[in-house]
């Protein structure tokens, strides 16, 4: 019989572990189990996790990558379909419902997805335009589209296709990763109703923007292969790679900037090794605006 595993994983996320399990246990359509995967967490997320009856809970030596968490969460389930979600988002009540629904319109699909909302220090519906036989150049176009939040995964397909990428490389994107791999030889569907909300916090991976560069590019570099055999998605490739390229690389001189002018000199010097790596013409950009300013600055003074 067809079920659904809810896995939840999480790392000192006692905050808001509680919000997240509550809308798991909430869904309009049970799941037959939600698991909690702690990544070694030292706070109090397990304990507020072993208030819930109805949800097992693992604690793990911390691994540091949300990949390995997340296979964890496979390994550990039964369900025919698996829904991931992270321990600081939430599912609406509707997730598993309209998952199984769209399910059986597609029953062929290796996942089926939706929209999400953003809230916490940002908010809004992220939406996109859809070509529904062509995932994976609508995830090129719009890789907001790729949140494993909104997603519910075939369990099988999942497992055929080597599961999340644990490539410390890519840590931060392998779910858009996975969304890509997914969609290069399966259906992906996007059924474009609501039905998760996503949280923007100061302790979120997406903060760290340097990792994220490095990610991101890693995950556009794992395309490669693909894309020079189907030549068709080249100019999707370049474009989307590029606005990735400029967006986390212009966040994270800034965040350079800001440690070396506090001082963080090992910060800085991380910040501009990953710049250097994955964002060289952004990085020698600035440094010659920053010494043409400096230039101008003393030709005043001495005038």
């Given at each position: 019989m067809e079920s659904t595993s809810i896995v939840i994983t999480c790392y000192n996320q006692a905050p808001f572990?509680?919000?997240?399990?509550?809308?798991?246990?909430s869904q309009t359509v049970p799941a037959r189990e939600i698991l909690v995967v702690d990544?070694?967490?030292?706070?109090?997320?397990?304990?507020?996790?072993?208030?819930?009856?109805?949800?097992?809970?693992?604690?793990?030596?911390?691994?540091?990558?949300?990949a390995v968490t997340r296979n964890?969460?496979?390994?550990?389930?039964?369900?025919?379909?698996?829904?991931?979600?992270?321990?600081?988002d939430r599912l609406l009540p509707k997730h598993l419902e309209t998952s199984l629904k769209a399910f059986q319109q597609t029953p062929h699909a290796a996942a089926v997805c939706g929209l999400f909302r953003e809230f916490g220090e940002q908010e809004g519906i992220i939406s996109h335009i859809c070509d529904p036989d062509d995932f994976y150049g609508?995830?090129?176009?719009?890789?907001?589209?790729?949140?494993?939040i909104t997603a519910m995964f075939k369990r099988?397909?999942?497992a055929e296709s080597g599961n999340f990428c644990t490539d410390p490389a890519i840590n931060g994107c392998?779910?858009?990763?996975l969304f890509l791999r997914l969609a290069r030889r399966s259906v992906v569907h996007c059924h474009h109703e609501l039905v998760a909300e996503h949280r923007y916090h100061s302790n979120q991976t997406t903060k760290n923007r340097a990792l994220m560069l490095k990610s991101a590019m890693t995950a556009y570099r794992y395309q490669r292969p693909y894309i020079l055999t189907h030549?068709?998605?080249?100019?999707?490739?370049?474009?989307?790679?590029?606005?990735?390229?400029?967006?986390?690389?212009?966040?994270?001189?800034?965040?350079?900037?800001?440690?070396a002018s506090r001082g963080e000199i090992g910060l800085a010097l991380q910040y501009f090794w990953t710049l250097l790596r994955f964002f060289p013409l952004g990085l020698l950009h600035r440094i010659c605006r920053k010494a043409l300013n400096i230039t101008i600055h003393r030709n005043q003074g001495h005038s």
């Open positions: 572990i509680g919000e997240a399990i509550n809308s798991a246990l990544d070694g967490s030292t706070d109090q997320t397990g304990q507020i996790v072993g208030r819930y009856a109805d949800v097992r809970y693992i604690h793990q030596g911390n691994q540091g990558l949300v964890r969460g496979i390994q550990e389930t039964k369900g025919t379909y698996i829904v991931f979600l992270d321990g600081d609508m995830a090129l176009r719009f890789p907001s589209i790729a949140h494993v099988s397909i999942l392998d779910d858009f990763e030549p068709q998605y080249t100019e999707d490739y370049v474009r989307s790679r590029r606005a990735a390229q400029d967006f986390w690389g212009q966040l994270s001189l800034n965040q350079l900037a800001l440690s």
